[in-house]
């Protein structure tokens, strides 16, 4: 079932569910006396909701035996950066009405911004550089440094989050735990490898050599 | 570590109650009583803040010249975005969460540095003084605003009742807190019960507000029933719902949001474009039902009535 091809029209369609639900509660007036900031909201956590997503495609590849669910990562991802683009141009276009030196102090000023244009602004080369084509420009080792930017745009989210929350720390916190626990695969599995390959000085004799 | 799972209280928009059923089950208690209220009613009932709650309805109410011009924001809009942290930090949350808060009885404590201090029931605080609608802006600290039409007297009419001593620099206030109807405080990230203060001038100046009511009703319990106050030139949060302590103090009282991040919110959090939030701009707002962000105004357009108040005052160091 993960192989076919309308599993991958499905994760499609389901992705594109929170902005359908978000256009839905739009035409029955429900989005809050402050649309707007509901919108940005509700687009920033989709985003880093398809971020987390994306980040648990490798883990859950290994930890489940499921090598065939390298097939969506590159949708989550792009999803990712679709739900970023949105809850940036909502930003763009009614806090700052495309007025690009108000944004840019903005983003100089306020630090969660700052911080949140830098995840955003990390994503683009990522989403243009998804194709087939690019792995083979780049070659797959540069291909896949440059990815690991997603670990990056991932904290990047999260303290962008912690940084605009007046005093309620329960959200930013929930994603934190998330980021932090796919993260720390990463590094354990890291950990694991340098582990089980000693780095052996070159040309010398390590003492567990010749045994 | 314990993660709280907060699905219990985190409630989707679209699952708040209808408005229609939420407003008939009160509307089925105070029926009688608002009837009876109006039929005693001497003076002109007011057009343009329409009652749309189904609360009971306050009578005698008389215009103020205080009120603005500006465009009354919705009903709707305002009682279903609040900030009423001992109700959840979701600006719907307090409307979905405070409908069974207890808002009678009620007694207000009067205390401290004061000739006459005393305990004032609920009738006693709804016939305190005139009832007047003053059509207000209001400004919260996140950038965004509103206009209501709140009903009350001026702060200044319970002062002079209480007569405070030469010694009565600050007026205190606290906010009611009970942890067991109100279960989701915990999350909020502020100490609890909430205070707040004015200097003393502040109080006896004729635009500071004690309101029971709003759109010719009583509060609802989200907007901070039955008795809350309002300082339109401040800050939304410096306008402290719920009341149930007014102390007259010589010192200056501790605020909730200054314990909780001094270095964000300061004991006079006036309205000022030129002063920002550490971490956000607010030299502009957004005024609810607008789609753009409109300019703030010092002290949110009241600086005419307000600004000798802090003649001489360093407003970046008086925050």
């Known amino acids: 079932m993960l192989t076919s091809k309308w599993t991958k ?16 509660k739009g035409f029955r007036g429900e989005l809050t006396a402050n649309p707007i900031e509901f919108l940005t909201h509700e ?4 985003t880093l909701i398809f971020v987390i997503l994306t980040l648990c495609v490798t883990p859950a590849r290994r930890l489940l035996r499921m090598p065939a669910l390298i097939r969506f990562r590159r949708m989550l991802g792009l999803f990712a950066f679709f739900y970023a683009c949105l809850h940036f141009s909502i930003f763009f276009v009614f806090d700052h009405f495309f007025n690009v030196a108000a944004m840019i102090e903005d983003v100089v000023e306020r630090k969660y911004i700052t911080v949140g244009m830098l995840g955003f602004v990390l994503l683009i ?48 916190t929930r994603y934190a735990v998330a980021v932090g626990l796919l993260l720390g695969y990463r590094v354990a599995v890291w950990i694991a490898q340098m582990r089980a390959q000693p780095v052996r000085p070159a040309g010398k004799l390590s003492p567990t050599d010749g045994s | ?28 208690l105070t029926g009688s009583a608002a009837v009876g209220a109006v039929l005693a009613a001497g003076r002109a009932f007011l057009p343009e803040a329409e009652a749309q709650g189904g609360l009971q309805k306050l009578a005698g109410v008389t215009k103020s010249s205080y009120s603005t011009e500006e465009k009354i924001s919705s009903y709707r809009d305002v009682t279903t975005y609040n900030n009423f942290y001992e109700f959840g930090t979701g ?19 009067v205390e401290g ?78 100490p609890f019960p909430y205070v707040e203060g004015l200097r003393m001038d502040e109080a006896l100046h004729p635009l500071a507000l004690l309101s029971v009511g709003m759109y010719g009703e009583i509060l609802p319990p989200q907007n901070g029933a039955p008795f809350r106050l309002v300082v339109p030139w401040k800050y939304g949060f ?41 971490r956000w701009s607010q030299a502009k707002e957004r005024r609810l039902g607008e789609l753009f962000k409109r300019d703030t105004l010092p002290f949110n357009g009241y600086a005419s009535q307000v600004s000798r108040l802090y003649a001489g005052m360093d407003l970046k160091k008086f925050y």
């Not at chain 2, 570590?1 to 089950?25: A, D, G």
């Not at chain 2, 306008?239 to 103090?249: A, D, H, L, M």
Request: net charge positive.
């Open chain 2, 238 to 278: 410096k306008s402290i719902k719920s009341i149930v302590k007014i102390r007259f103090q010589e010192k200056e009282p501790p605020t909730t949001w200054n314990l909780a991040a001094p270095n964000e919110y300061g004991f006079y959090s006036n309205v000022n474009p030129n002063v920002n939030h550490p």
């Open chain 2, 113 to 190: 540095e004061a000739a006459k201090p005393g305990s004032y029931d609920l009738d006693k605080i709804m016939k305190l003084a005139p009832l007047e609608e003053r059509v207000y802006r209001h400004r919260c600290v996140e950038a965004w605003s509103i206009v209501v039409p709140w009903i009350g007297y001026p702060l200044s009419a319970l002062v002079k009742l209480a007569e405070p001593t030469a010694k009565a620099k600050y007026v205190a206030f606290e906010s009611y807190y009970d942890p067991k109807q109100m279960p989701i405080a915990r999350r909020a990230g502020l």
């Open chain 1, 125 to 172: 080369p990522l989403a243009v550089t998804s194709t087939q084509g690019w792995i083979r420009r780049l070659g797959g080792k540069r291909w896949q440094r440059l990815h690991q930017a997603i670990y990056i745009i991932g904290i990047a989210g999260v303290v962008h989050f912690f940084w605009l929350v007046k005093s309620d720390i329960t959200r930013p």
């Open chain 1, 9 to 24: 029209a499905g994760v499609f369609l389901l992705s594109l569910g929170p902005v359908g639900w978000l256009v839905w």
């Open chain 1, 43 to 46: 687009l920033g956590d989709w």
């Open chain 2, 1 to 28: 570590m314990l993660i709280k799972k907060s699905s219990l209280f985190e409630i989707p928009y679209s699952e708040v109650t209808p408005k229609s059923e939420y407003l008939s089950r009160r509307k089925f």
């Open chain 2, 91 to 109: 600006k719907d949350e307090p409307a979905a969460n405070a409908k069974n808060f207890k808002t009678t009885p009620w007694t207000v404590v």
